[in-house]
């Protein structure tokens, strides 16, 4: 299927994999681009800054680099689930360039995106990995505390969200092929040398052999430091720790 003018496939499965075309209206918003770069459109404050701050007042986070880390996944699922969904529905990627990515700091979860224009792009790791998660999770790390291991693990458990999402969607609708696209696309990304031995797919999450496979992580998000937070479904750990507030890095 070639791609849209209004990337009109996506709408179906949700907020997390929908991807609207900017208008005017949206000129003032910083790209991606410049949110990496640490300076918005006319040298407005910094886009990550805004959205960790955002992020911290919204969750009650102890510390910026929890609302940091928190605010890395929610972004990582929004570029992850939009790469997928075009991958498994139209078999192909608009360019999603960081500069052609226009987004919203200040708004609620998950991330508002807007693509400048659709025209064909790159292969889903370059576009997603190269293209926005190294990047980010640079500007991130020279702001906060955030170990590497973190951030792999993150950009691991946000893939693997967002491909389980879009293969329960499918056969939700009867449509096995895009469940198969999606659930192969996923596994083989998490091999990329990037991601690999940052989780481990396990078996169905629905128990039936077809269903979408689930993922357990080997680092924390730091989510359970969040005030009534505890631990994410993949969490490495099985219960909220105790004894240090220092989660494994991976």
Known sequence: MDLD?????????????????????????????????????????????????????????????????????????????????????????????????????????PDDLWLTRVRPGTDLARAVLDGHLHPLATALRARHRLAPGLLRGNAASALAGAGRQLQRWALAHDRRDIAARARTLTAALLTHPDLAGAGTLTGPATGAPSGPQAFRRRSCCLYYRVPGGGVCGDCCFPRPPRSSPRAPSG
């Open 5 to 109: 003018p209004e990337l009109a496939a996506l709408r179906p499965l949700g907020g997390f994999f929908l991807l609207r075309v900017a208008g005017p209206g949206h000129r003032a918003l910083p790209t991606l681009a410049e949110a990496y770069g640490g300076a918005g459109p006319q040298g407005r404050r910094d886009p990550l800054d805004v959205r960790v701050r955002r992020v911290a007042d919204g969750v009650r986070a102890p510390e910026a680099r929890v609302a940091a880390s928190i605010a890395h996944q929610g972004l990582a699922a929004r570029l992850w689930s939009v790469a997928l969904g075009c991958a498994a529905l139209y078999g192909t990627l608009p360019d999603l360039n960081p500069r052609l990515l226009r987004w919203d700091p200040e708004g609620s979860a």
